[in-house]
């Protein structure tokens, strides 16, 4: 029986190919598009590793990709016998239509990070009929989430190190019996593996067994455990190795 899982928190094909131009630091206005496109096709490779269901639009830019580095590759017949000079004019670069939708798409998303943080801090303002209450007045120290920037294609490429690192990228040649492990088991197992640990944990030392089933389950739990907001999962710095630790409890 085939082991499927589904996440919706992919945003989509131009969320991941800005977040490997940032990753790379790659000038948007010109693009390497055989580098781009193997490191986005490295990305779809670990997600069919996973066994995700990934949307039909992941694989309708791989293809976008391959064509626009295909026509890259190819010389332009069309301008034989002008003026170089001129034909470098005339001649049409195939990443242009990308670019300005990966441009569209990242105004978009700095608008909405711009909105999402003013609904935070929207959210801890109360308002009510003004009253007199200098008797019960306290000084109240709100305590304030930090900015983590640790997004989930963050933890995807942590993931894909890690199976790297442990050649699990080829399928075993052996077989093994099967054996279902919950994803509601391998959540308590981390947080009282955290609670042990008494502080940060190396993301890669959650995955003690390397199973394909249990490093899915368990990248899933991890996942979970931060949709619920019961764990921390933080970075020194952008692209630096990730660490997890259990919250506190209020």
Same mark, same amino acid.
């Given at each position: 029986?085939?082991?499927?899982?589904?996440?919706? #928190?992919?945003?989509?094909?131009?969320?991941?190919?800005?977040?490997?131009?940032?990753?790379?630091?790659?000038?948007?206005?010109?693009?390497?598009?055989?580098?781009?496109?193997? &490191?986005?096709?490295?990305?779809?490779?670990?997600?069919?590793?996973? &066994? /995700?269901?990934?949307?039909?639009?992941?694989?309708?830019?791989?293809?976008?990709?391959?064509? !626009?580095?295909? *026509?890259?590759l190819l010389p332009?017949?069309?301008? #034989?016998?002008?003026?170089? +000079?001129?034909?470098?004019?005339?001649?049409?670069?195939?990443?242009?239509?990308?670019?300005?939708?990966? !441009?569209?798409?990242?105004?978009?998303?700095?608008?909405?990070?711009?909105?999402?943080?003013? %609904?935070?801090? $929207?959210?801890?303002?109360?308002?009510?009929?003004?009253?007199?209450?200098t008797e019960y #007045?306290?000084?109240? %120290? !709100?305590?304030?989430?930090?900015?983590?920037?640790?997004?989930?294609?963050?933890? /995807?490429?942590?993931l894909q190190k890690?199976?790297?690192? *442990?050649?699990?990228? *080829?399928?075993?040649?052996?077989?093994? #019996?099967?054996?279902? !492990?919950?994803?509601?088991?391998?959540?308590?197992?981390?947080?009282?593996? /955290?609670?042990?640990?008494?502080? $940060?944990? $190396?993301?890669?030392?959650?995955?003690?067994?390397?199973?394909?089933?249990?490093?899915?389950?368990?990248? /899933?739990?991890?996942?979970?455990?931060?949709?619920?907001?019961?764990?921390?999962?933080? &970075?020194?710095?952008?692209?630096? +190795?990730?660490?997890?630790?259990?919250?506190?409890? &209020?």
């Amino acid at each position: 029986m085939q082991y499927n899982v589904k996440i919706d #928190a992919f945003e989509g094909p131009l969320d991941l190919l800005l977040h490997l131009i940032n990753h790379l630091e790659i000038d948007i206005y010109d693009i390497p598009v055989a580098e781009i496109t193997e &490191q986005y096709l490295i990305y779809i490779h670990t997600m069919k590793e996973l &066994q /995700l269901d990934i949307a039909s639009e992941f694989l309708v830019m791989a293809a976008t990709l391959l064509e !626009i580095k295909s *026509k890259m590759l190819l010389p332009n017949h069309n301008q #034989a016998g002008l003026d170089d +000079e001129l034909a470098v004019e005339m001649e049409e670069d195939p990443r242009e239509e990308l670019v300005e939708r990966l !441009i569209e798409y990242r105004k978009y998303k700095e608008v909405a990070d711009d909105l999402k943080s003013l %609904e935070q801090e $929207r959210g801890l303002i109360f308002t009510k009929p003004p009253s007199d209450l200098t008797e019960y #007045a306290k000084d109240i %120290e !709100i305590e304030k989430k930090p900015d983590l920037n640790v997004s989930l294609y963050d933890m /995807l490429g942590a993931l894909q190190k890690l199976l790297r690192r *442990k050649r699990l990228q *080829k399928p075993l040649l052996t077989k093994v #019996a099967r054996q279902e !492990i919950p994803i509601e088991q391998r959540m308590k197992e981390i947080i009282r593996d /955290l609670k042990n640990t008494k502080g $940060r944990k $190396r993301f890669d030392d959650l995955f003690s067994i390397l199973t394909k089933e249990h490093i899915v389950v368990t990248f /899933l739990a991890v996942l979970e455990l931060m949709k619920l907001n019961e764990i921390i999962v933080e &970075q020194d710095k952008n692209f630096a +190795e990730i660490f997890v630790m259990q919250r506190k409890e &209020q």
